[in-house]
């Protein structure tokens, strides 16, 4: 398996920032991806950033992405797209933390969009929007103030509360107050 850091060399998202990655895992080959530290979209003061991320599996490749808290503040605007496109044989395993603002804040508005296809046909398509109406909405957070997700293509989870997706993949997500204590172990699930 072969370990990539992710490292900040600058205080992001800002306003007007746009953060684009592109990832390939070779036909059989196994990649983490490690992040050294969260992200915070900051008061973008009537801006906007956008966060890209592409990822291609080859066959028989897998990833694997424990990602940190990415952390939505008061005055933030975020457009969040990520596309998962998976060969034959591929697996991925992605977990995603949302916290909707810094301690005793709302939050800001970021608008995710997640599209995923295994060998050409489409496995997921969602968007979620995090601002602090959805967060007050009781069909969608509850009150919660952080949203924490797993999602595996692929392959599935075991785990009686996640979600089945009608392709090989599953989403499991859980919801709290604080990202410390919403966070599930991966290994407590895979």
């Known amino acids: 398996m072969v370990r990539v850091a992710l490292v ?37 003061r009537g801006g906007r950033a956008s966060w890209n991320v592409d990822v291609t599996i080859d066959a028989d490749g897998s990833l694997l992405w424990d990602g940190l808290p990415f952390v939505v503040a008061s005055g933030s605007d975020v457009a969040r797209h990520t596309t998962t496109r998976l060969a034959a044989g591929a ?14 804040e709302d939050g800001g508005c970021m608008v995710a969009t997640t599209h995923a296809y295994l060998d050409c046909t489409p496995l997921l398509v969602e968007q979620l929007t995090l601002d602090p109406q959805s967060r007050r909405d009781p069909a969608l957070l509850g009150g919660a103030r952080c ?44």
């Open 91 to 104: 697996t991925c395993t992605l977990r995603e933390t949302f916290v909707s603002g810094r301690t005793a």
């Open 8 to 44: 900040a060399a600058q205080a992001l998202l800002l306003a007007g920032d746009e953060v684009r990655l592109d990832v390939r895992v070779g036909a059989g080959r196994s990649l983490e991806i490690v992040e050294t530290s969260g992200t915070v979209a900051y008061d973008m």
């Open 147 to 190: 949203l924490d997700q797993v999602t595996t293509l692929g392959h599935r989870l075991t785990d009686p509360g996640a979600l089945q997706l009608e392709g090989v993949g599953s989403v499991y997500r859980r919801m709290g107050a604080d990202a410390h204590t919403t966070r599930v172990a991966l290994r407590d699930l895979l």
